[in-house]
């Protein structure tokens, strides 16, 4: 702002100029600065008045929408000098409120990793909730973050050195994302571990990266004919002493599966993502068909819940344990399905290499 005293040095008749911000926050004081102005001894004992009435007005301005008080406008004070250390060019965004803050870092690869700091006004307290699209949680010394003067510097600091960490994990994901027909998810974030992408027509592969040792062999779950995932998983097993962690992990892949792992750059995507043959629709939510009739001259794609849905309804299905045995729905062929929430877990490999050992991991609906 800027003060203009006219040549008698009266304080009454001063014009006071400010940005357009800074006049938005004064806008319902005027008269009140006219009259700090008029009584006000000298310019010094004016600022400091005005110095008052600007912090107070700030918090009135947030006060009429989020309640928050002095706690937030102590904070406020307390994090803009850390956002000039941060570098502006590194805040993504500020909400109008000034109640939360996005911060993006960009790593060697041009990739783009955020972190977000919501605050929390709890009677005296201010609390910065962080919420980032790292795989790996975010370890902030507890006492540091919860208490008022948190450091948002130093949760930035903490960022970035996780996403150091990260680096060979964020590669083998975008292998993945550019070089394979990837079926799930559908929109895939930095912090995704998960990746359902195909192998061949009707045949595909869902992983769990583990993002502190991405080039290790991951878990896995194949979704096919049960033909075509036994010879997977027998040649996962017998191959497994191949896998090379020196070596990208669609590479290794490719080995010890011994396929070529079909990619947008030789193969239509027509080719592999096939509507399911109950609802004729492709995703149900979120999710591609995932099970395959085993007859090999039918092959026809449902998803898990259609397919569910329909065997029940047909007189001659019949369950036994977590299983159900009826006909597909278009060759009429014998059909086997696992009721959901059995046996549809993860499959995964000793870290060792030694033995491919088909254990659940997790139970996850599909
Ligand atoms: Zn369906
Ligand atoms: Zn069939």
């Known amino acids: 702002m800027r003060i203009a005293l006219p040549e008698s040095g009266l304080l009454s008749q001063a014009k006071i100029e400010c940005d357009w911000k800074l006049k938005n926050i004064l806008s319902n004081y005027k008269q009140v600065i006219q009259q700090k102005l008029e009584k006000a001894a000298n310019l010094i004992q004016f600022m ?4 008052n009435l600007l912090e107070e007005s700030y918090k009135v301005k947030l006060g009429t929408t989020s309640g928050i008080d002095d706690a937030f406008s102590l904070s406020f004070k307390e994090i803009l000098p850390q956002l000039d250390d941060i570098g ?6 500020i909400d109008d409120l000034f109640t939360s803050i996005r911060l993006v870092k960009r790593d060697l690869k041009s990739r783009h990793h955020y972190i977000n700091t919501r605050f929390l006004q709890e009677e005296e307290i201010c609390t910065p909730v962080f919420t980032t699209d790292l795989p790996i949680p975010l370890h902030l010394p507890k006492a540091k973050y919860q208490s008022l003067k948190f450091s948002i510097k130093e949760s930035y600091h903490y960022f970035c050195e996780a996403i150091e960490l990260c680096q060979a994990f964020f590669d083998v994901m975008d292998e993945i994302d550019k070089n394979t027909w990837v079926l799930e998810p559908q929109k895939a974030s930095r912090a995704s571990k998960e990746r359902r992408f195909c192998l061949g027509k009707n045949i595909s592969v869902q992983i769990d990266v583990n993002p ?6 991951p878990q896995y779950r194949f979704f096919g004919t049960d033909h ?3 010879l997977l998983k027998q040649k ?3 191959n497994l002493q191949l896998w090379n962690e020196r070596k990208s992990l669609l590479t290794n892949l490719q080995k010890i599966l011994e396929i070529s792992i079909p990619s947008p750059t030789n193969s239509q995507k027509e080719e592999f993502i096939t509507p399911c043959g109950i609802c ?6 979120a999710t591609l068909p995932d099970k395959v009739c085993d007859y090999s001259l039918c092959e026809k794609q449902f998803h898990s819940l259609c397919l569910l849905e329909w065997l029940k309804t047909l007189p001659s299905s019949r369950t036994s344990f977590s299983v159900i045995h009826g006909q597909c ?4 062929k014998p059909l086997n399905h696992y009721k959901l929430g059995s ?3 993860y499959e995964f490999c000793d870290v060792n290499g030694l033995l491919g050992i088909g254990m659940v991991y997790k139970i996850q609906q599909h």
């Open 88 to 93: 502006w060019e590194n805040v993504d965004n």
């Open 329 to 332: 729905p278009y060759c009429k």
């Open 212 to 217: 502190y040792y991405p080039s290790t062999i």
């Open 48 to 51: 400091k008045e005005f110095k």
């Open 236 to 238: 996962l097993n017998n």
């Open 228 to 230: 075509n995932v036994s």
């Open 280 to 285: 004729c629709g492709y995703r149900l939510n």
């Open 343 to 345: 046996n549809c877990g």
